[in-house]
């Protein structure tokens, strides 16, 4: 009896320490939501041989995948000169899905730069993935209302995100 109730005491004090490394929030979340879209979108552009693009909307905090992979079936999409999906601005299609995602209310953008421009009072900014593997150069910094800072960029060459975090 005495060692089944030191054993419950240990996995009733361990068991906040395993809910939080399982629960995705805040910093964590956003930034292996914007790893698998810009992930998603290099694999669209090298599969179907065209340019992908994830378009930033930093004054609502978002971000998707738009371009490569062909037509839609069928549905109500309207598309550009180009051949490509309009997305409609008055519904953001659902998070965490690979194609969309977001920056949590409590992350700020302290920097979005596209090609070494700086976008993070755009409307919208798009860094493009093409065919060959390789994509348009972007930086963004992250900070949490916790005092965590985080940097995600491209490698140009290979189209594969990075990020490096600071811890305040």
């Not at 399982?22 to 939501?33: F, I, L, V």
């Not at 069928?74 to 519904?91: C, F, H, L, M, S």
Request: negative net charge; aromatic residues 6%; proline residues 5%.
């Amino acid at each position: 009896m005495v060692v089944i109730g030191i054993l419950a005491l240990i996995m009733a004090t361990g068991i906040p320490a395993i809910y939080q490394m399982n629960k995705k929030e805040g910093m964590r979340q956003a930034t292996e939501s914007l790893i698998k879209v810009c992930g998603n979108a290099r694999q669209r552009a090298i599969f179907s041989g065209t340019v992908t693009r994830v378009i930033f909307h930093p004054s609502e905090k978002r971000f998707e995948v738009s371009g490569g992979g062909g037509r839609p079936a069928a549905g109500n999409q309207r598309y550009d000169e180009n051949g490509e999906v309009i997305i409609p601005t008055q519904a953001p299609p659902p998070t965490g899905d690979g194609i969309t995602g977001t920056f949590g209310e409590d992350l700020v953008i302290e920097m979005l730069d596209v090609n070494l421009v700086e976008c993070r009072e755009f409307d919208s900014a798009e860094v493009r993935f093409f065919p060959n593997g390789t994509c348009d150069e972007l930086t963004i910094i992250l900070r949490s209302n916790k005092g965590e800072w985080r940097k995600i960029s491209t490698e140009l060459t290979t189209g594969i995100v990075t990020f490096t975090e600071q811890l305040q």
